[in-house]
């Protein structure tokens, strides 16, 4: 059989409803309708999701279709320049579907050093990154203002081509990153610190709705190369110049990241 995605999230559904039953001191009816997920957990669950299809979009589609001889540039969308997305654009990407999704959750790629000054932080987010920066943890906030939950997930060099390409952008304010330094966090907003079982599914099925937009969106400028990549499901290599399709990516991606949120889960008990 086949797994889908509604699979998944059925079989998450009633994994959270036995942790809820298991852990709730309410009867289950009462347990399931109420808010009683800290907001803290999903966002360690989403963000442990980010990192699972950013490493697989930064290995094996990045790293290895260099070796192919594709192409990947800041300017992927521009159609005279045939490339894909940079691993940070591929976040930007899925970050601009999220924010338009009706679920009120949003992402934000910061740094204390931007190539792009729209990228960086803005009132308390510089005091907080501060703290993630001297810690190397994620800081978890209520925004005093706007009342908005917020988690900051440092965003490391865990490549040397994010040291070296950062270094060397002319844009760039900072020319000396080295390897696992902190260049940035991964910036999650919501607007509630409890949620439901039910809201809880739509974050997720949301950040996953992100993904799978950013992915289809380089397959469609893959339309505009003229030397075009076989689209299927095999994966670049040295010997192979091809690309895997959407439901080959989505669902390497969805193996990996339903056992890591499984086990999130299953431990935050
Ligand atoms: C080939 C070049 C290249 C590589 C490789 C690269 N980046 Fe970037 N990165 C950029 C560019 C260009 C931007 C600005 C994109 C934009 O306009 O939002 C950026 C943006 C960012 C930002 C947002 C803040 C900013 O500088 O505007 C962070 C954080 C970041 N990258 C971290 C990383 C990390 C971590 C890696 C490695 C895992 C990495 N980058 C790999 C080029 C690169």
Redesign the pocket.
């Known amino acids: 059989m086949k797994i889908s995605s509604s699979h998944i999230i059925v079989l998450l559904l009633i994994l959270l409803i036995t942790w809820t039953f298991v852990s709730a001191p309410l009867p289950l009816e009462d347990a399931r309708g109420s808010a009683s997920i800290p907001i803290g957990d999903v966002f360690r669950v989403i963000a442990k999701e980010n990192d699972i299809v950013?490493t697989l979009y930064?290995k094996s589609i990045v790293g290895q279709g260099k070796k192919a001889g594709l192409k990947?540039d800041?300017d992927w969308e521009n159609p005279d320049i045939q490339a894909g997305p940079?691993?940070?654009?591929f976040l930007?990407k899925a970050a601009s579907n999220i924010d338009i999704n009706p679920v009120e959750l949003d992402l934000y790629?910061?740094?204390h050093?931007?190539?792009?000054p729209t990228?960086g932080f803005e009132g308390i987010q510089i005091e907080k990154f501060e703290s993630l920066l001297s810690t190397k943890e994620p800081v978890f906030y209520k925004d005093p203002n706007s009342g908005i939950e917020t988690a900051m997930f440092p965003?490391?060099?865990?490549?040397m081509?994010?040291v070296t390409?950062?270094n060397e952008?002319p844009d760039?304010p900072k020319t000396d990153w080295v390897k696992d330094e902190v260049?940035?966090a991964t910036t999650w907003s919501y607007p509630k610190s409890m949620v439901t079982e039910e809201e809880f599914i739509s974050i997720i099925s949301t950040v996953r709705a992100g993904f799978e937009f950013a992915y289809l969106s380089y397959l469609t400028e893959i339309e505009t190369f003229d030397r075009k990549p076989e689209i299927g499901t095999q994966w670049p290599s040295a010997e192979s110049y091809s690309i895997p399709d959407l439901d080959t990516f989505m669902s390497k991606f969805r193996s990996a990241a339903d056992s890591a949120t499984l086990n999130q889960l299953l431990s935050s008990k």
């Not at 940079?86 to 654009?89: D, K, V, W």
């Not at 050093?113 to 792009?116: E, G, K, L, S």
């Open positions: 950013r930064t990947f800041e940079l691993p940070a654009l930007a790629l910061g740094s050093q931007p190539i792009t990228n965003d490391f060099a865990s490549a081509a994010c390409c950062h952008h760039s260049m940035g």
